[in-house]
């Protein structure tokens, strides 16, 4: 039974007998990945940190056919996030990621441009620490519903199909948990939130531009908190379920 190493991101872990980890990780060759590490648990284990939350690895494992777990064998560490628990909005920050990624991702569908976007995010957070973090978490989220496929048209109303962008005379647009679309002013349902022209632009940012170059400026919770409140609807909606993590993220 051959070995396969793949670089991975532990998305999450939890016990499972006396000293084992049940372990999901995002791999970038073979998408999410659900394994059991043996005796992981104890002091003397051979994946040592590597298996904290959102750790960067070289993960070394088995996979047997029509198995839904692998056997993980070892794992080398490549980046920690051990830097950034010290503060704890950038700690339920990587809570949020590991959570989106862990429901959202479907099992063993390689994710490639998921992958990267982690890893982009991740470098964002390590780099720009408090200055980054709500720019992290928003292209994150933007770009989680846009490759999960559920991100509507920003740019029409769902309704009449007024332009919503025309550069000489934006209109208002508003958005409801009811419908996935925006709908104009004229045609807003009720109980909708706006989503303002600002934020609208962000996200055209954020569709063209690395994590890095978009947005750039001063970027705080309340910058496109909007677009964010819209976005994780999004995810919630595709889940049917809602996100724990993301109310304590809006918090913080």
Same mark, same amino acid.
């Given at each position: ?10 998305? &999450?872990?939890?016990? *499972?007998?006396? =000293?084992? #980890? ?5 791999? /970038?060759?073979? @998408?999410?990945? +659900? ?77 490639? &441009?998921?992958?990267? *976007?982690?890893? =982009?995010? #991740? ?5 720009? /620490?408090?200055? @980054?973090?709500? +720019? ?117």
């Amino acid at each position: 039974m051959p070995a396969r190493v793949s670089e991975a991101l532990v998305l &999450r872990s939890y016990p *499972l007998k006396e =000293a084992d #980890l049940i372990v999901s990780v995002l791999t /970038r060759d073979q @998408g999410k990945l +659900r394994g059991v590490a043996k005796r992981a648990r104890r002091l003397k284990s051979a994946f040592g940190s590597g298996l904290e939350r959102l750790s960067h690895v070289k993960m070394s494992y088995f996979q047997r056919e029509n198995r839904e777990l692998v056997n993980l064998d070892s794992c080398e560490l490549i980046h920690s996030q051990f830097g950034l628990l010290s503060d704890y909005a950038a700690s339920v920050a990587l809570d949020f990621l590991a959570e989106v990624s862990e429901q959202l991702l479907p099992a063993a569908e390689a994710n490639e &441009r998921f992958f990267r *976007l982690l890893l =982009a995010v #991740l470098d964002h957070l390590r780099s720009q /620490r408090e200055a @980054g973090l709500w +720019r992290a978490v928003t292209y994150f989220a933007y770009w989680a519903v846009r490759l999960a496929g559920i991100l509507p048209e920003l740019h029409v109303c769902l309704r009449c199909g007024t332009w919503l962008d025309d550069p000489e005379s934006p209109q208002r647009a508003f958005y409801s948990r009811t419908e996935a679309g925006l709908y104009c002013g004229h045609c807003r349902q009720p109980n909708s939130w706006e989503l303002t022209i600002e934020s609208r632009a962000m996200a055209r940012e954020m569709a063209r531009l690395p994590i890095e170059k978009a947005a750039p400026g001063v970027f705080t919770r309340d910058t496109a908190a909007d677009l964010r409140r819209y976005l994780i609807q999004r995810i919630e909606d595709a889940l049917e379920r809602k996100l724990l993590t993301a109310p304590v993220l809006e918090a913080c």
